[in-house]
């Protein structure tokens, strides 16, 4: 006779034991409890589970860029957790409208008693900054000392592990070095590229000056085509593109640039479509992360002003420089500068969109 496996309780299977009782207000301990205290805790802990599930997606992306080779099945399902990533970040963003039902007077019946904790302790925030790709040269730092110096034992190794390691921007730069589309046969991507620039500078120019503008507004307007080409030029040009990197003007390399390009302007053809979402996911989450970056500025100016922070940082004017700072896929975002319209955008002969559709022969 088979033994019956014991009933598994809702209690049980989400330790809610555990959970439920992790709330431990320090103010409760001085004999001075405050009420709000609890809200705070419990939000911070919040964020805290939600990290850990923002860990646990990006940990699987990587995962799976870290193969040689990538199966292009695989590339919807990276989307959807970097997706499942994002949506998360909507919710740490609007959690701020729920602390913020404290008012300065509430924070400061506790406050004194946190110093010298800090958000900036976070060691799972700090894993996913790290992991995204913001490595110590990039941040801003505070204090004269790295950020890891706030971390011991086994939490600082695992910081400086991340370090030393891949990160996902690593991984998807050189998952867009191996696209193989920026050359096809005789389809020569960035030299058409470079080409439909120029049309489209001297058509723009020659519109310019057959209209009815004064000559100074025709001057100053055909300046700023000229201007926004050699832009263009020195982005296209791959030494001094190079040369960018060398002075950190660009992080990302110029064949995985040129690639990301390829996929923005010919994101409508059916195999560019995933590896688009994918882009724009990545860009979207460094966009979302600044956010809430920055609604923790507008929350602290609210309740504490110019007041040092509890781990001993200038409060809001540190939250304030990482809010640009410590964005990492802005070459990314940046591609937007650099798409034409659909007018423009060079024809693909049509042995290179069978390559890049979904062909059916009988």
Known sequence: MSEKSPSLHYSNYLELDKILKA??????SKGNEAHEEMLFIIIHQTYELWFKQI???????????????IDEENIGLI?????????IMDVLVDQVDILETMTSLDFLDFRHYLSPASGFQSHQFRKIELMLGLKVEKRHQFGGCPYHNQFKGDTKKEILGLEGGESLFDLVEK?????????????????????AINKMVDQEIDSITS???????????????????????????????????KEEETALSYKATMSALLINLYRDEPILHLPYQLLR??????????????????????????????GGSSGQGYLKETVDKHKVFTDLANIATLMISRSYLPELP????????FTYNK
């Open 175 to 195: 998952w867009l070095e191996r696209i193989p589309f920026l050359k096809i046969g005789d389809f020569d991507f960035i030299k058409k590229y470079e080409q």
């Open 23 to 28: 709330q431990n207000p320090v103010s409760s």
């Open 281 to 310: 996911s990545l860009v979207d989450l460094d966009h979302k992360v600044a956010a809430w970056r920055f609604r923790h500025v507008q929350m602290v100016e609210k309740m504490l002003g110019q007041k040092i922070g509890t």
């Open 350 to 357: 049509k042995s290179v969109k069978n390559n890049l559709g």
């Open 211 to 245: 209209s009815s503008l004064s000559k100074e507004d025709q001057q100053l307007r055909i300046r700023m085509i000229e201007e926004n080409k050699k832009y263009f030029e020195r982005v296209l040009d791959e030494n001094q593109h190079s040369q960018a990197i």
């Open 79 to 87: 989307v959807g957790r970097m997706e499942r990533a994002n949506k």
């Open 55 to 69: 860990l646990h997606e990006l940990e699987s992306v990587m995962s799976y860029f870290g193969k040689d080779n």
